[in-house]
Every structure is written in C-alpha cells, then in structure tokens.
C-alpha cells in the first residue's frame, strides 16, 4: 500500500472556537474515505486544511510521505504561500456550489487552472480540458456557457475542472447538496466512476446509500473528532456510538443496502 495522506493531530482554530480536535488518519492510494457527521463536527474544515485552503493551526499533514510546512521555532510550522500552491495543485477539491465563471465557457472555465497555475501552453490546456469533459460527459457541452447549463452539469463541469490539474488526491465537500433531487445521481456516478478508476478520494455526503456502495471506510465526526469509523458495513449498519445511531436514525430516507440476515427476515 501507498500512503497518499497521513494527518497527525491535526488542529484548527478560528479564533477561540477549536474545530478540529486532534485528527489522527491515513490515507492509501486508491482509497475512498467518506466523512459523515452533523453539521458543525468539523467535515468541511477537515477538507480545507488537506489542500490548504485553511492553514492548521496545529498538527501536521503528510502528503505522499512528505510532511508539508516548515518547522519553526518550537513546535511552530510556518507555511509560506509559495509552498502551498504545488500542494493546491495536487489536491483537487469540488463544492457545494459550483463556483464557475459566468464569463467563461465550459472549455475556458476548465483550462483555467492549467494555465494560470501550472502555466502550460494553451494547447496542453485546452487537450486537457477536452479530455476531462469528455470524461465526465459533457464533452459535448465545451462552447457552452455555464448559465445554459442544468445544475448537474455544472458541478460536472467543476468536476473535470479539477481533473484537469491531474491532482492526486480529490475531495468532494457536498458536491450534490445545492442540486435538485433528480439531477444527484448523475453527479454521484461521476464521483463513482472516479472511486472504481483507483483514484484517492475524500468525501463528505450525507447520501448514505452512495456511502455504503462507494467507500472503502466511513468516518464519523463529532465536535472536531472522529468518533466512529471502519467499513461501510460496521458504521452503516451496526455503528458502536450513541451519536452516531442518532446520527442514520435522522437520516433513515436513505435505503441501505440489506445484510443476508436481514433479507432472511
């Protein structure tokens, strides 16, 4: 196994308020790891400080085997702009919301990162951004503007816009929770595909039947720790913890796959 991803004890703080208590987890290439727990546990902040977009506050993170940052004085780690933008770059992350320039097409929106961040010739950009649309469906689409676009296509679109920097990790924060029910499953079987090609994903849901099909382990976080976690089948189906009963109890809309037992039943 290859470790793509090791945190340890990582904390963040805005402020006064401690989000993240101390997280402790590693990654291997290929994995699909799905991060559930109720709002304010600390699931997006977790996302945001593997790529960076929040800076720790303590911890520290290992990214393929290197630990990123630098040591400073005591057990300070000072992160300069210039070293985290590589890292931005290797790790891919979609949102809630799509986040698309409206004055873009679909083909321009996707090429932008490739050449304002790696700086590659236009027509490296613009053979990568075909490629990930025609991944994800869309290919079709690449003359479009985003506003002639359902809300499913758009967060493909985010979608190949991150594939586009051939990161090699991918995280999801919610990416199908500001779309119509009936567009969720197209985005969900982009996400799929990507877990089934062995690429290394992070993923925060609340679908819970997409977590059971997809994951390789399920975390569940309470006020900045991981309270529960194992295989899909253990936190799923039969979690240990109170909280995270109480957790699937509110979330029974979403069917399950059933156990053997339960099909005798």
Same mark, same amino acid.
């Not at 236009?122 to 075909?130: D, K, L, N, P, V």
């Not at 002639?148 to 990416?175: C, T």
């Not at 309270?227 to 240990?240: D, F, I, N, Y």
């Given at each position: ?6 945190? &340890?004890? *990582?904390?963040?703080? +805005? ?7 101390? =997280?402790?987890?590693? /990654? ?5 790891i ?17 790529? +960076?977009? %929040? ?10 085997? %290197?630990? $990123? ?9 000072? #992160?300069?702009?210039?070293?985290? $933008?590589? =890292?931005?770059?290797? $790790? ?13 097409? /679909?083909?321009?929106?996707?090429? &932008? ?9 236009? !027509? @490296?950009? &613009? ?40 990161? %090699?990790?991918?995280? +999801? ?5 500001? *779309? ?8 969900l ?7 089934d &090609? ?11 039947? +997409?977590? #059971? ?14 309270? @529960?976690?194992g295989?899909?089948? %253990? ?10 009963? !109480?957790f ?8 399950l ?9």
């Amino acid at each position: 196994m290859t470790e793509m991803l090791r945190l &340890e004890g *990582l904390v963040k703080r +805005f402020d006064d308020l401690e989000v993240l208590k101390g =997280i402790d987890l590693t /990654v291997q290439k290929g994995e699909t790891i799905v991060l559930l727990g109720a709002s304010g546990s600390g699931k997006s902040t977790l996302l945001r400080c593997v790529n +960076f977009m %929040e800076v720790p506050s303590g911890g520290r993170v290992h990214l393929m085997g %290197e630990p $990123v940052g630098r040591d400073g004085r005591g057990a300070a780690i000072s #992160y300069s702009e210039r070293d985290l $933008v590589p =890292i931005r770059a290797r $790790v891919g992350m979609v949102f809630q919301h799509f986040n698309l320039f409206p004055h873009m097409t /679909v083909l321009q929106n996707v090429m &932008e990162g490739p050449r304002t961040v790696l700086g590659l010739p236009r !027509s @490296e950009c &613009e053979a990568r951004a075909r490629k990930y649309l025609d991944k994800v469906g869309l290919g079709w689409k690449a003359d479009a503007w985003p506003s002639h676009l359902s809300g499913g296509q758009q967060q493909r679109v985010a979608i190949a816009r991150a594939l586009a920097m051939e990161p %090699e990790i991918m995280l +999801f924060d919610e990416a199908t929770s500001a *779309l119509d029910p009936e567009l969720v499953g197209e985005v969900l079987d982009t996400i799929k595909e990507l877990a089934d &090609e062995g690429m290394t994903l992070l993923i925060v849901t609340h679908e819970l039947g +997409f977590a #059971y099909t997809v994951a390789d382990r399920v975390l569940f976080l309470s006020a900045g720790r991981i309270l @529960e976690e194992g295989r899909p089948e %253990e936190v799923l189906l039969a979690p240990r913890e109170e909280q995270t009963q !109480s957790f699937l109890r509110g979330h029974g809309r979403f069917r399950l796959p059933e156990t053997p037992a339960q099909e005798q039943a």
